[in-house]
C-alpha cells in the first residue's frame, strides 16, 4: 500500500470508482477532459466496451495504476489538466466536487488507503456513466454528428467537416448488447450512480436494456438514476422503471423560451418539452433542475426563460445551471461586439433587480451568469468568428426553412449590417 500524500489536492475518485464509456463506445477516465480521456490498454491503443474483458483487469491497466500512483504522491496527472487549471485559477473543478461527494462515503478513504504500491486495487464501481450513442431527434445549433447522428446530413450538405469515423461508431457500436449483458452483473453489487447521456437517452433500447439488468440485479433502490434530456420524447415504458430506483436526476437541457429554444434546438417543440417536463416533475421520483447553453443565439433571451421558470417554483430550481458555450467558437458571446455584450448584460442585470425572493441557489446562480458577461466585456472582440457566425447561420437558416435569428431574437440585427463574404463551407 501507498502512503497517501496528497493532502486531497490531487486526487480523483474517478480513476478508483468511474466507469465511463464515450459515445462511440470507446472507455474514458471521465466525460471532463479537454482531450477526451481516452483509456489506452497496455499496448498504448483505445478500448471499446466491448473490449473490456473483465472489471478487474480494466481498472488495473498500466493506464489507471499510473494516475493513480501520481495522484496518491502528490502529482497532477496530465490527462485531468482541465480539472487542475479549473482549481489554479480559483474556480471549483468537476474533481472537486467528487472529490467532496465521496470524501462522506466510509468505503472510499478505504480504497485509497488499500491501493497497492504499483497503484492496483480491487476495483468497485460505484458510479457508471455512458453515453449511449449520437441517435438523436433534434440538430442543434451547437451540435455536431458525433453526438446527433441526424445533423451529418446537414453537415454533408454544406461541406462542413466533422469526424466521420467517431460519428459513425457512435450510430452503430452500441447496437451489440453483450458487453452490456457481461459486465453490467459485474458491476451492479456496488453501483450507487448511473448517468446517461446522447444523442437522446430516452431512445436509446442500450440503455433500456441496462435498466433492465439493473432491476434485475436487485439492488436498484440502492442506485440513483441521471439524465441529460432535450425533453421531447415521452418514454413511459422507462418512466415506469424508475418507481424501482432510489431517485432520478432529469437535467432538462433548455436553452430559451418558446420560438427561440424551437431556432437553438431545431426540431424541437415548445408545447412538447412543456408537456414532458411537467410530465417528469410529478414523477414521485424525479428531481429536476434546467441546464442551458448560454451562447450568441440566447443571451438576449434568458430572461424570459427565468420568467417561465419561475412558474416551477417550488418544483424545480428557477435558474438553471448556465453552461458557458466555449465550442463551437462562432456561438461564443465573444463574437459580439461591445456595445451588444453591454446590453445583454445590463438587461439581465434589470431583470434579476426585479426578483424579490431570491434563495442562496438563485443568489449564486444568478451571480454567476452576470460574472461570466463582465467578465466577456474584459475580453476582446472575436471579429473572425463574427463573420464565420454570420455566414454559417444563415446557411443552416436556408437549408432548415428556419426563420432568420434576427427577426426572433431582435437584439442581433446590428451584427448583420455591412456583411462581408466571407466563404467557410
Known amino acids: 500500500m501507498i502512503e497517501n500524500k496528497s493532502n486531497n489536492n490531487t486526487i480523483c475518485p474517478l480513476p478508483w470508482l468511474h466507469f465511463s464509456a464515450h459515445l462511440d463506445s ?12 481516452f483509456v489506452y490498454d ?14 478487474e483487469d480494466y481498472f488495473n491497466l498500466d493506464f489507471f495504476k499510473k494516475i493513480r500512483r501520481e495522484m496518491i504522491e502528490g502529482e497532477k496527472p496530465e490527462i485531468c489538466r482541465k480539472c487542475y487549471q479549473v482549481e489554479d485559477a480559483g474556480g471549483q473543478s468537476v474533481r472537486q466536487g467528487y472529490l467532496s461527494h465521496y470524501l462522506n462515503k466510509n468505503y472510499f478513504p478505504l480504497i485509497i488507503k488499500n491501493t497497492e504500491k504499483d497503484g492496483s486495487i480491487c476495483p468497485k464501481v460505484k458510479s457508471l456513466d455512458f453515453s449511449l450513442s449520437n441517435n438523436c431527434n433534434l440538430k442543434c445549433i451547437m451540435c455536431s454528428p458525433d453526438a446527433s447522428y441526424p445533423i451529418k446530413q446537414d453537415f454533408d450538405k454544406l461541406g462542413v467537416n466533422y469526424d466521420l469515423l467517431f460519428t459513425e461508431g457512435a450510430h452503430k457500436n452500441w447496437k451489440n448488447l453483450d458487453a452490456l449483458d457481461r459486465l453490467i452483473p459485474e458491476i451492479s453489487n456496488d453501483l450507487g450512480e448511473f448517468l446517461t447521456t446522447g444523442g437522446e ?26 439524465y441529460h434530456t432535450n425533453c ?45 417536463v411537467n410530465l417528469m416533475l410529478e ?27 419561475e ?19 462562432w456561438l461564443h ?18 431583470y434579476f433587480a426585479g426578483v424579490k425572493i431570491k434563495d442562496f441557489q438563485y443568489e449564486v446562480r444568478s451571480k454567476q451568469v452576470l460574472s461570466f458577461l463582465t467578465r466577456s466585456l474584459e475580453e476582446s472582440h472575436d471579429e473572425e468568428n463574427l463573420e464565420v457566425f454570420k455566414e454559417r447561420i444563415k446557411k443552416f437558416e436556408t437549408l432548415r426553412k428556419q426563420p432568420a435569428i434576427e427577426k426572433i431574437v431582435p437584439e442581433l440585427k446590428p451584427i448583420f449590417k455591412n456583411k462581408k463574404k466571407f466563404i467557410f463551407f
Open 311 to 329: 412558474g416551477f417554483k417550488g418544483r424545480m430550481p428557477i435558474l438553471p445551471i448556465h453552461i458557458w458555450m466555449h465550442n463551437p467558437a
Open 232 to 276: 421531447t420524447v415521452k418514454n413511459e415504458e422507462l418512466f415506469d422503471k424508475w418507481n424501482q430506483f432510489k431517485g432520478v436526476t432529469v437535467h432538462f437541457s433548455i436553452d430559451a423560451y418558446g420560438h427561440v429554444d424551437e431556432y437553438i434546438r431545431h426540431k424541437t417543440k415548445w408545447k412538447t418539452v412543456e408537456e414532458n
Open 26 to 37: 470507446t472507455m474514458r477516465i471521465c466525460c471532463n477532459t479537454d482531450h477526451m480521456g
Open 283 to 309: 414523477h414521485r421520483k424525479v428531481f429536476g433542475e434546467v441546464h442551458t447553453c448560454v451562447q450568441v443565439c440566447n443571451i438576449f433571451a434568458l430572461d424570459r426563460l427565468y420568467s417561465w421558470m
Open 201 to 226: 437517452p430516452f431512445l436509446s433500447k442500450p440503455h433500456l436494456h441496462t435498466v433492465d439488468l439493473l432491476i434485475k440485479g436487485g439492488r436498484a433502490e440502492n442506485m440513483t438514476l441521471s
Open 42 to 55: 497496455n499496448n498504448g491503443k483505445t478500448i471499446k466496451l466491448s473490449e473490456v474483458k473483465s472489471i
Open 333 to 350: 458571446i465573444n463574437i459580439l461586439p461591445q456595445e451588444l455584450k453591454e446590453k445583454a448584460l445590463e438587461k439581465l442585470e434589470k
